[in-house]
């Protein structure tokens, strides 16, 4: 899952002198620190205060929104089946979006 709009990184980048930024995968941004010949993953501090700074990006937006949808509707199906094998799928699904929306140190 992506945890950060290029925007945000780019800007942090233009105001630290870093360049060239390219991004591997949604886990890892390198860039040319000032004066480098070599460029640098942007290190998991800066990365964890542009996020603290920033808050949610859109994609995580959209998955929070549609798992508390899924939630909502699943509970009015198990109630309406008589039946909690809804709940449970909605449980499974918010438990694995919940672990993808963990920003971690790789």
Known sequence: MKHFQDEWIQQWCEQNGWTDLTKESYISYWAFP?????????????????????????????????????????VFFSYWLKNPVPVIFAFAFDAFISAKLEFEEI
Do not use: H, Y
């Open 34 to 74: 000032p004066g480098a010949v070599m460029p640098e993953p942007i290190p998991f501090d800066i990365l964890r205060s542009i996020k603290d700074n920033n808050g949610t990006c859109v994609e995580e937006k959209f998955w929070l929104s549609f798992a508390i949808i899924l939630s909502v509707a699943s």
